[in-house]
């Protein structure tokens, strides 16, 4: 009779001991699938993000590409963007403390760095003229993005 008990215990101890071992290999898997979730996830944001802030600044200088319209200039030590508009009003698109900004007032307005609007997450802009060629270099988290852009105004786009 003992022995009985023994031996029912034991296969109920085993039994117990492979569902644990069990219970641990789905939680690993599970905690590995969240992990690699999470970083496509992120990775997929990174992309969108950068996308998004190249198409807006390709869409940006194609509604402000005429003569004189388009120019790389200094704003608050770094470069911006600056879209002329012919009544008298200025849009400047330019990075500050990790985010990619606007700014649109009058062309003879002091105004900061600071007072533009943010827009999307950004850790760095680059901008450069060269013969009616535009080139931004934006990265988001740890893409990197190149667009170049020829302007149509050919010699009236500023440099």
Known sequence: MKRRTVVNQMDGLIALLLFGVFAACVLMVLLSGAGAYKRLVDRDDAAYNSRTCTQYIAARVRQADREGGVSVE??????????????????????????????????????????????????????????????????????????????????????
């Open 74 to 159: 200094e704003f608050g030590g770094a470069p911006a963007l600056a879209l002329t508009e012919g009544n008298g009003y200025l849009t400047r698109v330019y990075w500050r403390e990790g985010y990619l900004m606007e700014l649109y007032t009058s062309a003879d307005a002091e105004l900061a760095p600071e007072d533009g609007e943010k827009l999307l997450a950004a850790d760095r802009l680059g901008l450069s003229m060269r013969e009616g060629l535009l080139t931004v270099e934006i990265t988001v988290g740890n893409r990197a993005d190149t667009l170049r852009l020829s302007l149509r105004s050919g010699e009236g786009a500023a440099s």
